[in-house]
């Protein structure tokens, strides 16, 4: 079954706190995606990033790196010196290769990051 | 903003009604996709047209229907309405029929927060 976990429901840091925000997926496809979004509490869904299954370089933008490693079936999201706007919800999402559309999201982690 | 726009942002109504969400795409995309997200259920996806035509379909419950129009813009029409459904629907757009083609994003509407009392 494909499945996307993140553990972390809710996370707190300091305004310029490093924080890692986790994800594991489940699949035995060999072709799929790796997506994470970002909710603000304006509610509106942000495209952040999509790696593919062949593609385990990892990436860097502006603050914000995403570490894919197929070994350990994680797709971890950091940002570097939080700032307060980060403030929101995070979804990793899985889509399997040949799927129509159909994101298969995780339960999200909240990140509040206090001034 | 995304480009997709969705009305209404906000509906309330009562056990038993039905309803209807209108989407419409960014220009020139020719996919559209509704998930619906809710407490219980989290995100999920519920139905994708592309070009008018059904393409996929995940959870979507029978009392829930939809279709996309010749201009593209899409409507979601939840009928029988119960407690349960009440959620925040959203809407997404992209070029291709399959979000692998492309650069792979789909692009969300702010959506549309359902009540049902």
């Known amino acids: 079954a494909q499945k996307v976990t993140q553990a972390q429901t809710e996370i707190s840091v300091v305004e310029k706190e490093d924080v890692t925000l986790d994800c594991v997926y489940e699949?035995?496809?060999?072709?799929?995606?790796l997506f994470w979004y970002k909710q603000p509490p304006s509610g509106e869904l942000v495209f952040l990033i999509r790696?593919?299954?062949?593609?385990?370089q990892n990436e860097i933008s502006g603050r914000y790196s995403w570490n894919f490693q197929k070994s350990t079936s994680s797709f971890n999201f950091t940002i570097t010196a939080s700032q307060v706007v980060d403030s929101a919800v995070y979804f990793c999402a899985l889509l399997l290769g040949g799927s129509q559309g159909n994101l298969i999201f995780g339960k999200g982690t909240k990140l509040s990051v206090k001034p | 903003d995304s480009g997709v726009t969705q009305t209404p942002k906000h509906l309330i109504t009562a056990t038993g009604q039905r309803v209807t969400l209108r989407c419409s795409p960014r220009s020139g995309d020719l996919s559209v996709y509704w998930y619906q997200q809710s407490l219980d259920q989290g995100l999920q996806f519920l139905i994708q047209?592309?070009?008018?035509?059904?393409?996929a379909k995940g959870n979507i419950l029978e009392r829930f229907s939809a279709q996309q129009f010749p201009d593209l813009h899409s409507e979601l029409n939840l009928s029988s309405l119960e407690l349960g459904d009440s959620a925040l629907y959203f809407c997404a757009s992209s070029v291709h029929g399959e979000t692998s083609g492309g650069t792979g994003e789909l692009f969300f509407g702010e959506g549309s927060r359902l009540t049902v009392l």
């Open positions: 699949t035995r496809d060999t072709t799929y995606y």
């Open positions: 047209y592309y070009n008018g035509e059904e393409r």
């Open positions: 790696r593919n299954s062949f593609d385990e």
